[in-house]
């Protein structure tokens, strides 16, 4: 069972089947811009949608709004020190705030930045500096319902054959993203970034974590990786943070709060030094990184709970049986499950729908059509810019932190069900208008009629 009661609930909003046709036309059949005030269940993003506890709330009170030096700053970096074991701590309001500074002092045209998968805003801040992002996901990553525990894994072949190659010389780092967010919320193992390191300190490359998500990949580690059955998740997250140069972290996810982001740097005071101007420059100063107080406050107490074995064991239990659920009714789902999101393979509900037409997109349309059920495709919409097309078309059904309860989830199975006995009615869509960075989030689109 959950490791909480419930203190406090708000209202769900329940729009007619005609409310969320009207909702879905005037947002441009773009999810991201149909009101929240139309959703039933939010399933769009873990990012910043959870719900705070009691303590954190209490920390709101104590908030220190001075400008520079508060002791809210000096609890949130001392948590943040005592996880990470780094003694350059930089708040900033969100993950993509630390990208932006991390990869605008690092890197410059021509370089190259290998990652076990870079998520979507990583890779735009990668490819606006003149660099290429390329990804290694491992070999057992293309195998959607294989019981590999580790599909988040590098490939250490492939970035061997990178390292000795014509393009070597070019390669400037390696990030890992803990869990691979863009590889299916799937995990890394321990042995996998030690191997990592290993493989920069043999050609000087950085090693950069995203760490957005470390207590439950620490906590998959824990379940996965036979040698560290009985180890505590705070110290294999010490353990994977060790192993880093630089790390960032949107901690809108494993914070536990709603607001907010860090840096954070090794042993290297100009580096730091170098990130400590632009966050001045973009943030504010360095000690507030462009949070009030009170987000410190929360930040730093909801950091100390993430790793509190109960509450992962729970997060975890939740994903795997929402996806072993899925996967019961007919929805072919990625598996095993991560923690932080279930992804629907929608391409294969949908084989009649091109990829350059986004079946995934398609998928969530009418899942939202049907039951008010907001989720994001992740296919060739969100990682095919410039004309690519995505190596499997997935939805992702992200689960938000201490929100919802397995009753709200079965109502998602139910419309999912639904949305596959229509499957072959369902037409695809184009793009008609929006920015080209990060398309998903603006782009307008009309369905496909069919021919």
Known sequence: MEPYRIKAVEPIPF???TERERALARAGHNLFRVPAAQVTIDLLTDSGTGSMSAAQWAALMTGDEAY???TSYVRFETVVRGISGFDEIMPVHQGRAA???????LLGPGDIVVSNTHFDTTRAHVEVTGSEARDLPCPEAADLDSDQPFKGNI?????????????????KAVVMTVTNNGGGGQPVSLDNLRRVRAVCDEHGLAFLLDASRFAENSWLI????????????????????GLADVFWASLKKDGLANIGGVIGVRANPDLAGRFRQLVILNEGFSTYGGLAGRDLEALAQGLTEVTDPRYLADRADTASWFAETLHKAGVPVIRPAGCHAVYVRAGEILPHIPAHQFPGHAWSCALYLEGGVRAVEFGSLLLGSGGGTAPHELVRLALPRRVYTRSHLEFVVEAAIAV???????TGYRIVGGSPALRHFTAVLEPVAFP
Do not use: K, N, Y
């Open 15 to 17: 729009p007619t089947r």
């Open 68 to 70: 520079a030096c508060s």
């Open 99 to 105: 990208e932006r500074v991390v990869f605008s002092t």
């Open 155 to 171: 490939d250490l072949r492939a970035l061997a054959d990178l390292l000795a190659g014509p393009d070597g010389h070019r390669v």
């Open 222 to 241: 824990r379940q996965r990786e036979q040698e560290h059955r009985h180890r505590e998740p705070i110290d294999i997250a010490r353990e994977v943070f």
């Open 420 to 426: 596959g006995r229509t499957a072959d009615d369902l």
